[in-house]
């Protein structure tokens, strides 16, 4: 998480304020020293127990917590370095030190003031606050910090900071330097989520290319060329067809687990480079159709070869889903309806724009290989939300 200091100079602090932040500054020493002094003469001395014998030191009680802190993390250091280091000590002068949750930013009759615990008396109301001088680039911040509201008109706004979501404020000092008191705070920024949660990349499955992934901002895709598959499926095809007809039944299951493991070799080698081209492409989500519908699966196959190759297509989603984990993507489920008959430019929905393997648009003219442009129009669908696609 990114952060900043800002430094503000408190505005004419009255003489009765500076006397009693001189005063309290010397009880935040004092308490600091006291720890090491305890510490020093029993090691094995409890938290509560310090605080207890620091409460005599008149301080609020959220310094005590502070000097206590401090001066354990010295002790601890000092601990480990024994036979280099002196035994510390903390000079009168230090910075007094606040967590994040004790101090507090206002602005008040055209002041900015800040609210920390002193040692006067009573609780911390508005007439307690101190005025704090601030520039442009103090102000800048301190506005954001107030109002969540970025002065881009700036001249300290820079376009980087768009992608700030949130300041928090961190802990704070008030100390003395070069005749000044100041006060200066962390902020620190919480990012917004990155754009990159929102690209994608769509895969197309089918049969004369055997899968086709493309990203319609960069125009970029790959493909994986299914000849050699399609020979292969059409052995296969003719061969089960036979021992179909010879009821060998023996033969027909040899068969079919000998084609599987050719799917899943290639859909290994296909899910693996799906991945790789997303992350190429900077994506974080996979969108494929969801042909849970047995009706979109019959625009692929003849009947006789819907069983085994939905097989090795469900496989596919499953390798990708697997593969897309480990790579931190998501793959997400997308309306099918007439992803090949959308041009992926104007989105006009037209069949006799494709003819075989090339899409034409009658509307604004774009021409694209058939595949390639259904993989456009799957990446620019958005996801189906169900319970199996919970980052949808
Ligand atoms: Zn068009």
């Known amino acids: 998480m ?27 020493s004092l308490a600091c020293n006291k720890v090491l002094e305890l510490k020093k003469d029993n090691p094995k001395l409890k938290k509560s127990e310090i605080d207890r014998l620091l409460s005599e030191i008149e301080l609020p009680s959220t310094l005590h917590q502070e000097a206590r802190k401090l001066a354990l993390s010295r002790y601890q250091d000092w601990k480990k370095n024994k036979k280099t ?46 005025p704090v001088k601030v520039n442009a680039y103090s102000l800048f911040w301190v506005n954001y910090y107030l109002t969540g509201e970025m002065d881009k008109e700036s001249k300290y706004f820079q376009s980087a900071f768009e992608e700030i979501s949130k300041a928090k404020k ?10 000044h008191w100041y006060f200066s ?19 197309d499955r089918g049969l004369r290319l055997v899968a086709v992934a493309g990203n319609p901002e960069t125009g ?19 061969l089960r067809h036979k021992l179909q007809k010879a009821k060998n039944t023996k033969a027909l ?12 070799y290639w859909n290994h080698v296909i899910s693996k480079r799906m991945v790789e081209f997303a992350l190429e492409c900077g994506a974080s989500m996979i969108k494929i159709e969801d042909l849970s519908g047995i009706r979109s699966m019959k625009k692929f196959w003849k009947r006789s070869d819907r069983n085994v190759n939905s097989w090795a297509f469900y496989d596919l989603e499953s390798k990708l889903t697997y593969k897309a984990m480990l790579a931190e ?9 007439k992803t090949s008959q959308e041009c992926s430019k104007c989105h006009t929905i037209k069949k006799s724009n ?31 939300v169900n319970e199996d696609n919970p980052a949808a």
């Open 329 to 337: 993507l998501s793959v997400q489920k997308v309306n099918p309806y």
């Open 2 to 28: 990114p952060t900043l200091s800002i430094k503000l100079p408190l505005f004419e602090p009255t003489k009765t304020k500076e006397e009693m932040y001189e005063t309290m500054r010397s009880r935040f």
């Open 253 to 264: 299951k040899q068969l079919e687990d000998k084609e599987q493991r050719i799917n899943k």
């Open 220 to 238: 970029k895709y790959i493909t994986f060329n299914g000849k050699q598959m399609g020979h292969i499926r059409r052995k296969f095809s003719r």
């Open 185 to 203: 705070f962390s902020l620190s920024f919480e990012l917004k989520e990155k754009n990159k949660a929102e690209k994608s990349i769509g895969v």
């Open 170 to 179: 961190g802990s704070a000092q008030l100390y003395y330097k070069k005749e």
């Open 85 to 130: 280091k002196g035994f510390p000590s903390f000079k009168e002068k230090i910075s007094i030190l606040f967590n994040n949750q004790n101090w507090q930013l206002r602005f008040d009759n055209g002041y900015l003031k800040v609210g920390i615990p002193t040692v006067e008396e009573g609780n911390l109301t508005m007439d307690k606050y101190v």
């Open 354 to 384: 494709r003819r075989k393997d090339v899409y034409k648009c009658s509307s604004c003219g774009h021409k694209e290989n058939a595949d390639i442009n259904a993989s456009f129009n799957i990446a620019s669908r958005p996801s189906i």
